[in-house]
């Protein structure tokens, strides 16, 4: 059963970049077959997908973060992780990994990140 | 990107009755259409994937159905552990799009 967790500062100061980690344990982040993905939630809002990495290289982001994104894998931890550049207030939520696999997606507890002075 | 809507916003009902909930698609999602339940503090949980498959140890009160643009959930007979909030998500266009969530509270 695969489990994933997410690490990483809680609290980020604006214009900075956020920057989270993911460990996968369970599983192997070097499948080809599986999207590992980044979801954020603000609060009271809907869930947000930011983007994936795919087959350990192919990156694909949600077009409104596309210029801030970054998400890479490290395959020698078996982890991935999601740079987000220039934050704002409205980057505050509940950051989430996620693998994704015909379908079913399966979730990390999430992590909640603060842009804030 | 296409846009998901829910309704109704808030249904409230007692334990052991049946929980109807819709999702509409701003455009064709064909089978693509999740269900989730997320509760406080919690991360969201799949209960129903390609509109009608159960995910591992969802319990048979969860069913859903539809095509195209709109989409059911029903839960049969409410349990107390299910008042929760419930998302329908697509996965036939990228970005991945979420409804606003469909709150099932405790009449």
């Known amino acids: 059963q695969v489990q994933l967790q997410e690490s990483g500062p809680g609290l980020v100061k604006p214009s900075e970049t956020l920057s989270l980690t993911c460990t996968v344990s369970g599983g192997s982040v070097s499948s080809g077959s599986y999207y590992w993905s980044w979801f954020r939630q603000p609060p009271g809002k809907r869930l947000e997908y930011i983007g994936y990495i795919y087959n350990s290289g192919t990156m694909y982001c949600n077009p409104p973060l596309k210029s801030r994104v970054t998400i890479s894998v490290d395959t020698s931890k078996n982890q991935f992780s999601l740079k987000l550049s220039s934050v704002t207030a409205a980057d505050t939520a509940v950051y989430y990994c996620a693998r994704d696999y015909g379908g079913v997606t399966t979730w990390g507890q999430g992590t909640l990140v603060t842009v804030s002075s | 990107e296409i846009v998901l809507t829910q309704s109704p916003a808030t249904l409230s009902l007692s334990p052991g009755e049946r929980a109807t909930l819709s999702c509409r698609a701003s455009?064709?999602?064909?089978?693509?259409l999740a269900w989730y339940q997320q509760k406080p503090g919690q991360a969201p949980r799949i209960l129903i994937y390609d509109t009608s498959n159960r995910a591992t140890g969802i319990p048979a009160r969860f069913s859903g159905s539809g095509s195209g643009t709109d989409f059911t959930l029903t839960i049969s007979s409410l349990e107390p552990e299910d008042f929760a909030v419930y998302y329908c998500q697509q996965r036939a266009a990228w970005p991945l799009t979420f409804g606003p969530g469909t709150k099932v509270d405790i009449k």
């Open positions: 455009q064709s999602v064909s089978s693509y």
